[in-house]
Structures are given as structure tokens and as C-alpha cells.
């Protein structure tokens, strides 16, 4: 039996990996994926980081702006968990799936596509964009067009002189639309339900996200305040284009929904000048015909639905009683949802990779602690001895 079993070989998972074997713990990695950060290589090639690489670093290998760029791409990024887990040594077990964690005789055991893994402690880091979600409209058997998840993107050739109906507008929504857009759609549509917030990575010649960290040290009341004055400055009032006001303040949407805001990269300049239309909710589809929430009706040759993703967890734990309503971890890092179980990378907040790193390092530091309040095999001998003799 092992000390610890890291589940998922992203930049979570590494992280906690790096820090348990600082702290003299034999931690393995199980990945599904045959390399390290699956889910970044599955994106699209154009996705850069919305933090500066310096904001992203994680605990024990800095990522440079000579190596990685100020704001990685994708494949930079790739590059850096790469040589990240290369600097550490991390023991990872590719083409290896988690499907279920149980305690047992007070351990743990894993089980997986392999076989099965027993630890003193787990770590579960296969992060909450884990699975791709696509609601279930009515009516969307018999949709006659091409309807893909966002997470299926790769450029925007294939939709060159279409008409496109981007569904949710944001992170990855309004970037896909913006991007088809400027590659030669015929037309682009985004349907929007709760308008986003937007933001830019850089503002004023700083990254946005400096002062989004300090935002999130406030209280929600002045932070969503500052915000407000923050988004009219960068991105004006965009109310007669279709994008009014959000009713969430950016920093609660973040904080209580989980919501990021809008990284603007050319989308709102493309809304402005008329490249991207502004429609309403999907409400659900007839035929070739899209349904709208305000009784309108659109007939797209492609759906995009940027409808985001869910976690995952249901299988892997959701026996063990440690997942809220929405299936995501009721307890993070540091404090365990059970005994020798933890959750890293499931907290949103800015600069989200560097605090999933510093998640890594406090849940480490428990993990190490609980191991040395434990007593050594030695002194149990010696105790059960006594208890004979006496």
C-alpha cells in the first residue's frame, strides 16, 4: 500500500503530486489519458491563457515569459505541465481510469481500468470542466444541421461562409464566436441567456487579473462595485446591442455561481461593428429551425454549444456522500470531505492555476501531518504487547 493516489495528470493533480513528494510522501499519479494535461490538448489551438504565465506558475518550476510566453497558448502551456512533471519526477500511470473510490479497514481503495490501488490518502484533481455538457432541448433529435459542443472546436475553416448559431456567451463562447466570425462565416449569432460580464487580460498595460485577485480579498457588496466601474470603462455600455447590465455583481457570479467573466479578445469590437448578433436564449428546436426565448426562430447550418461542463465525480465518489446538489466537492484542499480524501482544483477564483497550485501545497502539508500524528508501526507493537501483559 502506498501513501497517497493522485487522481488526474493536470495542472491540479501534478501540483498536489510535486508537493506530497516535497513533503517525503510517495504520491502516484492515475490518468486516464496516455499524457500529461489531457484536457488542455483537447481544446482548441487558438486558447491562450486568460493569467500571465507568472500568475499560472505552479509551486516549484517557474513559468517563464522567455519559455512560455507572457500569456501561453495551449500548447505552450501543454509544454510547461510537460517539463513540470519532467523537473519533479511525478510517478504517472497513463491509459489509467479512475472509476470508484471506497474506504476500506481505514484506507483507501481505488479501483480502476487497470486494477485496483490502495492508499493511505486520495487526491482527487481530474477537475470540474470534466465532462462536456449539452442540455437536453426539445426537439433536438431532429435538428437537421451540425451540432457540436464547444469542446469539439478546432478552427474556424470548416464554418467558413455559414451561418453560425453560437449558443452561451462566454469565456469559451464569445471567443469560438469572435474567432468564426473573423474566419469567414457568412453570419454569427451568439444566443445569450444571462449576459456575461467582460473583462480583458490586460488593462492599462497591467494584467487584469492583479486587480482581480485583490477584488476577491473585498467584500462581494464593494467588489461587484468596483467591477461594474471596472467592465463600463473596458468595455462600455452594451445594452443597445443586447448585452445589458449583468443582475450579478462579477465578483458574486464568481464567488456564489461559479461564473467567470468574459475575456475579451475582439468579441465586443465584433458585436459593435455588426459581425456577431446578439439573440436570444435557445428554448429548444423544430426541425431545421432553432427556437428562441423570445418567440423568434433562426435556421443555422451550425450549432455550437459553449454550455460548459460538469464535473464528473458521481461514479468515482458520489457513494461516499462528499458532493453537494450540483455534484461538485463540499470541501476543498487542506480540509478533508473524509478521512484522507481531498479535493484540489475545484475552487474558482481568479488566477485560477495558481491557487489550484496552492491548493496542491496546503492539501500536501495536511496529508504530510496526518501521516506524522499517526503512530509509527514500532510504538503499535509495543502497545499491543503491553495489552497482552497486562
Known amino acids: ?8 495528470a493536470g495542472a491540479a493533480g501534478l501540483s498536489a503530486a510535486a508537493c506530497l513528494r516535497r513533503a ?14 489531457a484536457s488542455w490538448r483537447s481544446r482548441y489551438p487558438a486558447l491562450r491563457l486568460n493569467t500571465p504565465g507568472w500568475m499560472s506558475t ?14 501561453p497558448s495551449r500548447d505552450d502551456w501543454i509544454r510547461y505541465l510537460e517539463d513540470y ?10 491509459d489509467t481510469e479512475v472509476r470508484r473510490v471506497d474506504r476500506a479497514d481505514g484506507a483507501w481503495r481505488v479501483e480502476t481500468s487497470a486494477d485496483a490501488v490502495e492508499a493511505d490518502a486520495v487526491v482527487v484533481a481530474i477537475g470540474f470542466d470534466h465532462d462536456p455538457h449539452m442540455p437536453d432541448w426539445p426537439g433536438l433529435e431532429g435538428f437537421g444541421g451540425e451540432l457540436i459542443h464547444a469542446s469539439a472546436y478546432r478552427d474556424p475553416e470548416p464554418y467558413r461562409g455559414k451561418d453560425v448559431l453560437v449558443v452561451g456567451p462566454g469565456v469559451t463562447g464569445s471567443e469560438v464566436a469572435h474567432l468564426i466570425a473573423a474566419g469567414g462565416a457568412a453570419r454569427v449569432r451568439v444566443a445569450v441567456r444571462t449576459p456575461p460580464h467582460i473583462v480583458r487580460r ?21 467588489a461587484d462595485r468596483l467591477g461594474f466601474l471596472t467592465e463600463r470603462m473596458i468595455a462600455g455600455n452594451l445594452s443597445r446591442y443586447g448585452l445589458p447590465r449583468p443582475r450579478v455583481g462579477l465578483a458574486t457570479a464568481l464567488a456564489e455561481r461559479h461564473q467567470s467573466p468574459l475575456f475579451d479578445d475582439g468579441f465586443v469590437d465584433s458585436v459593435k461593428t455588426g459581425r456577431i448578433e446578439i439573440v436570444a436564449a435557445v428554448e429548444g428546436f423544430d426541425g431545421d429551425e432553432v427556437l428562441l426565448a423570445d418567440g423568434s426562430r433562426v ?28 455534484g461538485a466537492p463540499r470541501a476543498f484542499a487542506a480540509q478533508a470531505a473524509a478521512p484522507g480524501l481531498r479535493f484540489v482544483g475545484y475552487i474558482h477564483r481568479p488566477a485560477q492555476l495558481r491557487y489550484g497550485g496552492r491548493e496542491g501545497a496546503r492539501a500536501a502539508k495536511a496529508i504530510a501531518a496526518e501521516r506524522d500524528a499517526r503512530p509509527s508501526p514500532a510504538a503499535s507493537r509495543g502497545r499491543e504487547a503491553l495489552g497482552s501483559a497486562a
Not at 523537473?87 to 500511470?93: N, S, W
Open 1 to 8: 500500500m502506498g501513501d497517497v493516489v493522485v487522481c488526474g
Open 24 to 37: 517525503g510522501l510517495d504520491a502516484v499519479i492515475l490518468e486516464r489519458s496516455d499524457r500529461v494535461g
Open 58 to 71: 505552479m509551486p516549484g518550476f517557474r513559468a517563464s515569459v522567455r519559455r512560455y510566453g507572457e500569456f
Open 85 to 94: 512533471s519532467s523537473h519533479h519526477r511525478l510517478e504517472v500511470r497513463f
Open 202 to 222: 490586460k488593462w492599462l498595460g497591467a494584467p487584469i487579473q492583479v486587480p482581480g485577485a485583490v477584488l476577491h480579498h473585498l467584500p462581494l457588496r464593494v
Open 299 to 326: 435556421q443555422p447550418d451550425a450549432v455550437i454549444a459553449a454550455t460548459g461542463y460538469r464535473p464528473g465525480l458521481e461514479a468515482m465518489v458520489g457513494h461516499l456522500g462528499v458532493l453537494d446538489d450540483v
